[in-house]
């Protein structure tokens, strides 16, 4: 299967192609920025990054301390321990989906089907383009003594759902019921096709090698657009 690249993303104002590393770049700054209070950043930029190529299974603090060229002590200044700096980790990856997701159903889009659809596709996008992270931050909040600004982060993600819902219901667009009932069967369909295809469950097998990230969003428009014709109003 095509490993799918993420695309350029703006980093302290700075323009980071697919093939460039965000911790490379913060590191030819670290020691102005450090002063400035940009180590926390650039921890938590480190530790996406192994956790989306590799894997962060026994990397302790010191030893990404030691990666990004300052102490232990320094890091734990930012961090209480390894843990929390993960739980910041899945934080930062609620919020940058919200405002995809946000961002998407916004763009000029009439209430209802299409909003929910663009939310749903931006949500997909997310998912395909960052799986390991997608899971880190399911799994995290999922902890029973998840952090309060975690626990929140995920409940926006939600409340961005549930809004869209509510309007389509007030529009006549969606069929009425409990909107928070119909809101989390979108949810857990949206998740559960962004999960499946993101391990290649929903790709064909004839043409897995040559799946690209567009090919797959294009898959899962027709997949919304089959849920989303059960979640009309019957005419």
């Not at 703006?10 to 323009?15: D, E, F, K, L, S």
Request: hydrophobic share 45%; aromatic share 6%.
């Amino acid at each position: 299967m095509k490993k799918l690249m993420r695309p350029s993303v703006v980093y302290n104002g700075n323009i980071v192609k697919p093939n460039v590393s965000i911790v490379n770049l913060s590191l030819k700054s670290m020691t102005a920025s450090y002063h400035h209070g940009d180590l926390r950043n650039v921890l938590l930029a480190y530790a996406r990054e192994q956790l989306e190529r590799a894997s962060l299974d026994g990397l302790s603090m010191r030893e990404m301390a030691k990666a990004i060229g300052v102490s232990h002590t320094a890091a734990y200044r930012h961090f209480q321990d390894r843990r929390a700096l993960l739980q910041a980790v899945a934080v930062d990856g609620f919020q940058e989906m919200l405002g995809a997701t946000r961002a998407a159903a916004g763009a000029d889009r009439p209430f209802g089907r299409a909003q929910l659809k663009a939310s749903g596709l931006a949500y997909i996008r997310f998912g395909l383009m960052h799986p390991r992270l997608l899971a880190h931050m399911f799994s995290a909040v999922g902890e029973p003594d998840a952090p309060e600004d975690l626990v929140h982060a995920g409940a926006q993600l939600f409340e961005v759902l549930l809004q869209l819902v509510s309007t389509g219901q007030e529009e006549g667009v969606f069929r009425a019921g409990d909107a928070r009932q119909l809101s989390h069967a979108c949810w857990a369909m949206v998740h559960g096709l962004t999960t499946l295809m993101g391990v290649g469950v929903l790709r064909g097998a004839g043409d897995a090698q040559d799946t690209d990230l567009t090919g797959a969003l294009q898959e899962a428009a027709q997949a919304l657009d089959v849920f989303i014709d059960g979640l009309s109003k019957p005419v």
